[in-house]
């Protein structure tokens, strides 16, 4: 069991490289080529470049959150329930809320907003009519795309903790300690469906907001376990 959940931890850091690193590469690289392109070389990439990324970021998306889902069950069938009481199981359970909102912004919010966005692309291309839709649902995947890189801070920062920074663990303030910090994300993922982009819209923003979600939420989960 030992060697067959380290090839699953294995597959998820895989997984997880290919996912957090094509995300990045979207906000960080590809956003800001975007806006400095002319209208024919951005269309050009819509249509060739973005679905291979597209591919790539998906199914790493979905091979990370299956991977961590057999990795969180081998855990528990090994060492019973009690383990999620633990400071690994509270720090690791932070981490997984925030990779599962991610997973669903991926599968559910920003492929089908970019299929949009691409097939107009197609379509504009070979002379016909531009979709009104595509601009907003450019404006969804992006939303969604940028919360998905202010989680991935954090997300980092957790699974790390959960093996090489423990919090101190008291037997009354678990539940208090992992109500609070998964309010705080949901409320970052609501926004992130039906809010605005806000500090996100650049790059340093979005990355000094990841560093800020990432102080505050250790900070209840230290403060309040």
């Not at 690193?21 to 979207?26: H, K, R, S, T």
């Not at 690289?29 to 790539?56: M, N």
């Not at 790493?60 to 889902?69: H, K, Q």
């Amino acid at each position: 069991m030992t060697g067959l959940e380290f090839m699953f931890r294995w597959g998820h850091f895989l997984a997880g490289v290919c996912w957090i690193g094509v995300l990045w590469y979207f906000n960080f690289i590809q956003g800001s080529y975007f806006a400095e392109a002319d209208g024919a070389a951005k269309s050009d990439a819509t249509q060739k470049l973005v679905p291979r990324a597209l591919w790539w970021f998906r199914w790493g998306a979905m091979g990370t959150f299956l991977s961590g889902v057999v990795i969180l069950a081998m855990k528990g069938h090994m060492a019973g329930p009690a383990i999620f009481s633990t400071s690994w199981g509270v720090t690791i359970l932070v981490g997984a809320l925030m990779g599962t909102f991610m997973w669903f912004n991926v599968w559910f919010i920003i492929w089908p907003a970019q299929k949009i966005v691409i097939a107009n692309a197609v379509a504009v291309a070979g002379g016909g009519e531009a979709n009104p839709a595509a601009a907003v649902a450019a404006g969804k995947a992006g939303l969604a795309s940028r919360t998905n890189t202010l989680f991935s801070l954090p997300l980092l920062f957790f699974m790390g903790a959960a093996s090489h920074l423990p919090v101190s663990i008291g037997n009354d303030g678990i539940g208090c300690a992992l109500g609070a910090a998964a309010a705080l994300v949901v409320v970052v993922e609501a926004n992130g469906l039906f809010g605005k982009m806000g500090p996100m819209k650049s790059v340093s923003g979005v990355i000094h907001m990841g560093i800020l979600l990432t102080v505050v939420l250790f900070g209840l989960v230290e403060g309040l376990s």
